[in-house]
């Protein structure tokens, strides 16, 4: 009992901390303003991270690599606890924990991606004037604009955003075939 209980505070710290620092390399790729309060909060949380790395990583090509990277590390570090916490050999994670690690830092952005489109979402019908709808727009437009292009409104309805979250739903599942395959290599 105890096992999963840690197995699952673990799961939610790292994955929690993984999405935001994809939060943060992806609002900035995607020019978000700096000053909302998301940014802020996303920027308090990974500062103590991400600073000390970007003094060795730089950004090349509108990419904050030093939260890509942060998210990585933290992913190795996760599969370390986890593989200690079921009773296995931390150093067993390595060489394949470092594919596995990048697997599993794609399935936190997807995940992401999918709690976003489930918020806006939401949002939508409940408080279309929401201080975070223009946040959630300005991230998720970009996917959802060619969805929306193969897709019309159905009843004056727009279901892209349900479209958006199959697809992340189905990327998932790929995802994590992709981990187990490469955690069997």
Do not use: E
Not at 2 to 17: E, H, M, Q, T, Y
Not at 62 to 88: E, N, P
Not at 114 to 130: C, Q, Y
């Amino acid at each position: 009992m105890l096992v999963d209980i840690a197995r699952l505070l673990l799961d939610l710290v790292f994955s929690l901390f993984g999405a935001l620092l994809i939060l943060r390399a992806w609002s900035q790729a995607s020019r978000l303003p700096p000053r909302n309060p998301m940014s802020q909060g996303v920027f308090q949380v990974t500062n103590w991270l991400v600073l000390p790395l970007r003094r060795v990583i730089p950004g090349v090509g509108g990419v904050d690599w030093a939260c890509l990277i942060g998210a990585w590390l933290c992913a190795i570090i996760y599969l370390v606890l986890m593989t200690s916490v079921a009773g296995g050999m931390p150093l067993a994670v390595f060489p394949r924990g470092l594919a596995v690690a990048a697997v599993l830092v794609l399935k936190w952005g997807v995940n992401l991606v999918m709690w976003l489109t489930l918020l806006m979402a939401v949002l939508s019908w409940v408080n279309p004037r929401s201080v975070a709808m223009p946040i959630l727009q300005h991230l998720l437009d970009p996917m959802l604009r060619p969805i929306r292009r193969v897709m019309p409104l159905i009843g004056g309805f727009d279901l892209s955003p349900l479209v958006l979250f199959l697809l992340m739903q189905i990327a998932v599942i790929v995802l994590s075939r992709l981990s187990l395959f490469f955690a069997m290599l």
